[in-house]
């Protein structure tokens, strides 16, 4: 060490003059003070981020976790460096104690970017932390890959719902079912309204679970939607069985509606040969003819009420045809029914077979003979004089039997017919004039 220069005395310090070594002190002594003030302010600033990483710290064995991240947080926005080892007693690792804060409120995607940052600047492995940065980085990761799943688990029951939510809405627009979907206690359309909003709650939980990561609602989000799924089913199922029943008594219906109205058009077929009708039976086989035409127009895809009640009415229409009618005899109207489809020999050999009674019967059976006979004989070029021949016969047969019974209709025959029945006619009346007078 230098020993200070023997010159250097209590007498000369106290003199005025000033050397060169008396400046250099002065200097020395305003570095000083410099450094000093510069210091003070530095601890200063180190106090308040100690103060409150150290609040943090109290409020973390408290378990207040709010608490402790507001610390933190204040704690970062004074100081966002970490430093390891001893900082004025305490080590100062806010973005790791924030993470830890944050875990414990299951907030795990903020507390991952705490965490990440801390480890990032790496100054917590350092500290008595340093073990478990890496373990908890994992647990939040792995937390939040779980709550991902729970999240697709949830959407996938939600799509399922939805998917179960347009199957029924379909269902329930068939017309077929329109009427029933309301009936019953609960009804179909209650049921389906309720799995709605479970599908609409889901939504909103799923959308909440999320946002916020929360397994709880998520999984209330599965969870709904899987009840929303299971009473969709349950009403598909019930109106399949409805819409099975109702196509069951339509078809049952339409079977009815059918025959009915079969035996209104062979009602019809009978007593074609009657026109010229009289005005009331006139009347009711136009009446018959409409309700017919109206049915095909107005009933297609009707409900089977509706069907049934279609066949009621033609029913009914067609008894009061019958009864003012008359019933013709059943082989007379088979036979008929055989000429106007074509089938001339099939009416002549059922008229063969016949045993009728009343004239009225024979005379719609002579015309029709003379008719089926003569159409035969148009039929061979006009060739087979025995067909001719019994035609005539057949004709001087029916006006034997006298006027009343029946009229020519222009409908069911044709004018080369009409034309030889009202000829042969006139002949046979000149004939038997003449024979008369002779």
């Known amino acids: 060490m230098n020993q200070i220069p023997r010159s250097l005395t209590k007498a000369s310090v106290g003199q005025t003059q000033v050397g060169p070594v008396t400046a250099r002190a002065g200097s020395l002594a305003l570095w000083l003070v410099v450094v000093l003030a510069a210091g003070l302010f530095a601890t200063s600033l180190a106090a308040d981020e100690h103060d409150l990483h150290a609040e943090g710290v109290k409020a973390l064995a408290a378990k207040d976790w709010s608490r402790a991240e507001g610390h933190f947080r204040d704690a970062i ?8 080892g001893v900082f004025f007693g305490k080590t100062y690792v806010p973005h790791y104690l924030l993470g830890v804060a944050l875990v414990e409120q299951d907030r795990c995607r903020p507390a991952l970017d705490a965490l990440r940052e801390s480890k990032r600047q790496g100054k917590v492995q350092k500290t008595d932390y340093g073990d478990e940065i890496d373990a908890r980085i994992a647990a939040c990761e ?14 996938q029951a939600l799509e399922r719902a939805r998917r179960g939510a347009e199957s029924v809405a379909d269902l329930a627009g068939l017309r077929e079912l329109r009427a029933v979907w309301s009936q019953g206690d609960p009804s179909l359309a209650a049921r389906q309204g309720r799995a709605e909003s479970q599908i609409t709650e889901a939504d909103r939980l799923l959308r909440d679970g999320a946002e916020e ?20 089913v ?19 219906a339409v079977a009815a509606l059918g025959e ?10 009978a007593v074609a040969p009657l026109a010229p009708y009289p005005p009331r039976l006139g009347g009711q086989v136009q009446a018959l003819k409409n309700l017919l035409t109206d049915i095909e127009k107005e009933l297609d895809g009707a409900r089977p009420q509706e069907l049934e009640r279609a066949t009621d009415e033609i029913i009914r229409e067609t008894r009061v045809l019958r009864g003012l009618a008359g019933s013709p005899p059943r082989a007379l ?10 089938d001339a020999e099939r009416a002549l050999m059922l008229l063969a077979e016949a045993e009728l009674s009343g004239d009225r019967s024979r005379w719609h059976a002579r015309v029709l003979q003379a008719a089926a006979r003569y159409h035969l004989f148009l039929l061979g070029g006009e060739e087979n004089d025995a067909l001719y021949d019994a035609a005539v016969a057949d004709v001087e047969a029916a006006v034997a039997l006298g006027d009343g019974h029946g009229t020519l209709s222009e409908t069911h025959h044709s ?3 009409l034309e030889f029945f009202r000829g042969t006619r006139v002949a046979l009346e000149n004939a038997a004039t003449d024979a008369d007078e002779r």
């Open 142 to 155: 792995s937390r939040l890959r779980e709550i991902e799943r729970v999240r697709l688990e949830a959407e």
């Open 333 to 342: 109207s088979t036979a008929a029914e055989a000429f106007l489809s074509g």
């Open 213 to 232: 990561l929360d397994e709880a609602k998520l999984q209330r989000a599965a969870s709904t939607a899987s009840d929303a799924t299971a009473m969709l």
């Open 77 to 84: 926005a004074e100081e966002s460096d970490e430093k390891a």
């Open 234 to 252: 349950t009403v598909e199922e019930e109106g399949k069985v409805r819409l099975g029943q109702i196509n069951a008594a339509s078809a049952e």
């Open 260 to 269: 009915a109205k079969d035996a209104a058009r062979r009602l019809l077929t």
């Open 415 to 417: 004018p080369r017919f």
